[in-house]
């Protein structure tokens, strides 16, 4: 069966301070991944999809860079973390090869920037 | 553009009660939509989706949701909430590749 997985479960980091974030799927192979942040009362929002290795699209311009080195890992980083990054980031995959494929959560990294 | 409206930011329920939260989107394909629950500090978890079909489909926990094309609704309901449905509920659409659209949300609480 597949799993995701994520790491750090929490995080606490200064402002200025560089972040990786990382993001990885077991039990299946070329899936797309996606990174999503959650604040508060805002929902979930898209940052970043990647259908494939070195494939990253970005849905919102802003001090984070994602990347996909290997096939089943995804990195959200920062060089400079701002005190608006704060917040709970969600990894999720799905297959991609059938337009019913669902999408699937990791447990999420909990951020604070202080 | 696509967008889901989730208008209810916070619903409280007896346990017991049923429990109907709601979702409308604005698609311009054949959409594809989902609902999952998030319990605090964890991941979402799918609780059921909708593709093609019968518009009411059976989810998971007992959860049920109707898909009214001429509504553009997708409601989730339950006939009898227990304690431990007290979570956050997302609705989101999707087409094929594309990411999935999600609403805001809404948070339910369970009273006794």
């Known amino acids: 069966s597949q799993t995701i997985h994520q790491w750090p479960a929490t995080l606490v980091q200064p402002v200025g301070s560089p972040l990786s974030l990382e993001c990885t799927v077991e039990?299946?192979?070329?899936?797309?991944l996606y990174w999503y942040r959650q604040a508060a009362g805002r929902g979930l929002q898209l940052l970043f999809y990647s259908v494939g290795i070195g494939q990253i699209s970005s849905e919102v311009p802003q001090n984070l860079s994602a990347s996909r080195p290997q096939d089943r890992q995804f990195i959200l980083s920062s060089k400079k973390l701002l005190l608006s990054d704060s917040g709970f980031y969600l990894c999720?995959?799905?297959?991609?090869?059938?337009?019913?494929?669902?999408?699937?959560f990791g447990p999420g990294t909990r951020l604070t920037v202080l | 553009a696509q967008s889901v409206t989730q208008p209810d930011i916070h619903i409280t329920v007896s346990e017991g009660a049923s429990l109907e939260l709601r979702c409308n989107y604005s698609y311009g394909a054949t959409p594809y939509l989902f609902w999952y629950v998030q319990s605090p500090g964890q991941g979402l978890q799918l609780l059921l989706k909708y593709f093609s079909g019968d518009t009411l489909v059976q989810g998971i926990k007992g959860f049920e949701a109707e898909f009214k094309r001429s509504q553009s609704s997708f409601n989730l309901r339950k006939p009898s909430v227990h304690w431990s449905d007290a979570a956050e509920y997302f609705c989101?659409?999707?087409?094929?590749?594309?990411?999935?659209?999600f609403g805001k949300g809404t948070r339910l609480s369970v009273i006794a």
């Open positions: 999720a995959w799905r297959y991609g090869t059938s337009l019913t494929d669902t999408q699937y």
């Open positions: 989101a659409v999707g087409s094929g590749n594309t990411p999935l659209v």
């Open positions: 039990g299946t192979s070329n899936p797309n």
